[in-house]
């Protein structure tokens, strides 16, 4: 990819609280405990699982200007922005980890 290249992403889910305690063992990093006072047993603690259903990625070689203006131009005529390929991906579902490991 040359610099001139940029990706943006549209993605579709659903965000829940993770309540499986070993995904927080297996997350848990000094940079985390810096957060939280009371480590992993902090009240203040809930870590978020985000399950991607589908998502629209598009891959752009032009340049800021011009991707402003197809976003200007869309916003007048309603019409969808050339801002680059465009690619629509469908996730296939996935269990939560503490049925994955049943």
Known sequence: MSPDHDYHACISGTMSEETD????????SPAVAA???????DTN???????ASEADVWASSGSGIRFAWEIAKANVTDEEPDVGEKTHLVFPPVAPASQAAQ
């Open 21 to 28: 305690r070993s995904m927080i063992d297996a997350f848990w």
């Open 35 to 41: 957060w939280f006072e009371d480590g992993k047993e």
């Open 45 to 51: 603690l809930i870590m978020l699982r985000f399950d």
